[in-house]
T-cell receptor, first 113, second 111 residues
Framework: DAGVTQSPTHLIKTRGQQVTLRCSPKSGHDTVSWYQQALGQGPQFIFQYYEEEERQRGNFPDRFSGHQFPNYSSELNVNALLLGDSALYLC????????????FGPGTRLTVL | GQNIDQPTEMTATEGAIVQINCTYQTSGFNGLFWYQQHAGEAPTFLSYNVLDGLEEKGRFSSFLSRSKGYSYLLLKELQMKDSASYLCAVRPMDSNYQLIWGAGTKLIIKP
């Protein structure tokens, strides 16, 4: 049973560039949430996708956008990168109607120089 | 505003018991989660409380008091592999999907 997978593992970008991160949910899951985790902090909710639509959004600017595909996989796009966007980006999957447990992927470590 | 407080760091001895506290102030309450996160890795689910009381799962137990906005995670028979950060997260009432996270408590286990 495949768990949540994310790619790439690490990424280095420069200010002003754009980045796309990818996530495949755990088998059987249909909901994907994205989080940003700065060093030494808890995760911050970016948004959640269900049925290919953004269902809820946290307090992040429009530079952060996403997409969910028919196979439930998801992408996180960040435009006009800032130094402060450097963080671990976590994807979590769950099953709609079973909100109790989210399964996290290994994360993508983004460094903006 | 919404706020979750946990101690930044705790130290305990192998074989002992440790209690990690979490207090929260959120716009309503719809469940509290505890996650374990080893350095450089993703958080892994430990427990979920929605009603008052104690939930026991092996060496780990989690307690909730909704009237006090308070929870704790109790780890028994500590092992070196329990060295990790422990994150408390709350689902507010006005959100079915979003979790509000604490900054985590770094637990250091000494021999």
């Amino acid at each position: 049973d495949a768990g949540v997978t994310q790619s790439p593992t690490h990424l280095i970008k420069t200010r002003g560039q754009q980045v796309t991160l990818r996530c495949s949910p755990k088998s059987g899951h249909d909901t994907v949430s994205w989080y940003q985790q700065a060093l030494g902090q808890g995760p911050q909710f970016i948004f959640q996708y269900y049925e290919e639509e953004e269902r809820q959004r946290g307090n992040f600017p429009d530079r952060f956008s996403g997409h969910q595909f028919p196979n439930y996989s998801s992408e996180l796009n960040v435009n006009a990168l800032l130094l402060g966007d450097s963080a671990l980006y976590l994807c979590a999957s769950s099953l709609a109607g079973q909100r109790d447990t989210q399964y996290f992927g290994p994360g993508t470590r983004l460094t903006v120089l | 505003g919404q706020n979750i407080d946990q101690p930044t760091e705790m130290t305990a001895t192998e074989g002992a018991i440790v209690q990690i506290n979490c207090t929260y102030q959120t716009s309503g309450f719809n469940g509290l989660f505890w996650y374990q996160q080893h350095a450089g890795e993703a958080p892994t689910f430990l427990s979920y409380n929605v009603l008052d009381g104690l939930e026991e799962k092996g060496r780990f137990s989690s307690f909730l008091s909704r009237s006090k906005g308070y929870s704790y995670l109790l780890l028994k028979e500590l092992q070196m592999k329990d060295s990790a950060s422990y994150l408390c997260a709350v689902r507010p009432m006005d959100s079915n999907y979003q979790l509000i996270w604490g900054a985590g408590t770094k637990l250091i286990i000494k021999p």
